[in-house]
């Protein structure tokens, strides 16, 4: 098939890719040319385990193209995918919607053919019919133009693998006999036959389906993070016991990882998006269980800091302290709501000396975070640290020898945030190690 993705930032870059590599000519429309130059040159914009490979093998085989011309994407396919973002409305909970519908206007005033266009973004529950509304008020092609909801589930770091072989396959239509079915089936025609469970329902259903999704997992992580306090008063070890717990069938270990709680740009955003539509719709009590949610998450950074102070015999006044991370979780340059710079930013305005260190996102963090130092080096970036805090978990952090490590040190203390550092390993090695809900 022929098919264009509006919009290419993580989604859409990814999705494109994936496409091509399904065997589809695909073109990519971004309206920022910069990007869209990095794009042809077969690498993305920003950091996602194996894109610049895909990119690469895509753009040179002619199968993959980007553009910043909605003139050219009208006309290039039947089939348009739509994935700019939806960020949280400045000041407010809720979606903003802005470049979602201008994408939608831009697009339709071009659309002179039948045409389906398949909706990505994370949206609040009844976008659909707006955008129907648009699209059928500005194109010249008018009700031939269908709308489709086709939500994501992708984890950054994990883009691709949820992208070409994912766990549920979710199509959304108004009707039950819509054309736009069988133009999705067949771009999806091999996915579908390798097994994926395919769930054909309403708009509505498909709209809700990823934010469902963010918030159980949201909820699943907060609840450990909870039980993690309660481990923490009582001496009992939050790992050992979410292991214990994550053998039960009906709980499962996946997503239900205590530490210093969630961040990026879905969770948090896709938990108030789902509130505040909520309230929009009079039931906000119904998800009031939510509100805890996030406010357990934001607590466990405020926890941090406190253990912290704690490890610096009440103040962090001139203290130098190292952290390790920057990123909101490993694998990914994505600095959005991170737990990490949230702590490192907050123990600077306490007045601590923080150096952060990170493998991708050092470059992101120092234009959002000027007032922090950086090292590129994990080793070299304890040098007279009073205290190292690790708050993201990522694989060459847990490969550093502690033994190195303590030499180099003001004084060998570490909070290890996520769960992951060998506590034995590294008392051995002469640091006192503290972790949160362990004992």
């Known amino acids: 098939m022929k098919l264009t993705v509006i919009g290419c930032g993580y989604l859409g870059a990814t999705h494109a890719a994936c496409m091509a590599e399904l065997g589809h000519e695909v073109l990519g429309m971004d309206s920022d040319m910069d990007k869209v130059a990095t794009l042809n040159s077969g690498k993305a914009p920003f950091h996602e385990r194996d894109l610049d490979d895909l990119l690469a093998k895509h753009t040179a085989s002619g199968h993959l193209t980007f553009t910043a011309s909605y003139a050219e994407a009208a006309a290039f396919g039947e089939l348009h995918f739509i994935g700019v973002g939806t960020p949280q409305q400045p000041g407010g909970h809720a979606y903003d919607l802005s470049h979602l519908f201008a994408a939608v206007r831009q697009l339709a005033f071009r659309l002179k053919n039948p045409a389906v266009i398949a909706v990505k973004s994370t949206v609040p529950v009844g976008t659909a019919s707006r955008v129907r509304d648009l699209l059928h008020e500005h194109a010249p092609a008018g009700n031939a133009v269908e709308v489709a909801w086709n939500p994501e589930f992708l984890r950054e770091s994990f883009a691709i693998e949820d992208t070409l072989r994912p766990d549920r396959l979710v199509l959304g239509f108004e009707s039950e006999h819509s054309w736009a079915e069988a133009v999705l089936r067949q771009c999806f025609e091999k996915i579908i036959e390798s097994g994926t469970p395919t769930i054909v329902t309403d708009w509505a259903t498909a709209e809700l389906a990823k934010a469902s ?6 909820t699943k992580i907060s609840f450990i993070n909870a039980i993690a306090e309660v481990c923490e008063a009582s001496g009992a070890d939050v ?41 929009e719709l009079g039931v906000d009590q119904a998800l009031a269980i939510l509100r805890e949610v996030d406010a357990i998450n934001n607590r466990r950074r405020e926890r941090m800091v406190d253990l912290a102070r704690q490890q610096l015999d009440g103040t962090l006044m001139g203290k130098r302290i190292t952290v ?16 990490a ?74 909070i290890d945030g996520r769960g992951v550092l060998n506590p034995t390993t590294w008392r051995a090695a002469g640091w006192t190690f503290r972790a949160l809900g362990r004992p």
């Open 213 to 218: 999704a963010n918030a159980f997992i949201a």
């Open 239 to 279: 790992i050992t016991l979410a292991d214990i717990l994550g053998h039960d069938a009906r709980i499962g270990r996946r997503s239900m990882r205590p530490g210093l709680g969630f961040g990026g740009g879905c969770l948090p955003k896709d938990i108030r998006g789902f509130m505040a539509r909520a309230d």
């Open 324 to 339: 390790w991370g920057a990123a909101f979780k490993p694998n990914t340059d994505d600095i959005r709501d991170s737990p």
């Open 341 to 414: 710079l949230a702590v490192a930013q907050k123990l600077h305005d306490l007045g601590a000396m923080v150096t952060v260190t990170d493998p991708q996102a050092i470059d992101n963090a120092r234009k959002t975070h000027p007032e922090l130092d950086y090292v590129d080096d994990p080793v070299a970036a304890v040098q007279d640290a009073d205290l190292l805090l690790h708050l993201t978990e990522w694989p060459q952090f847990s490969y550093v020898d502690p033994h190195k490590l303590a030499a180099r040190a003001a004084s060998p203390k570490v």
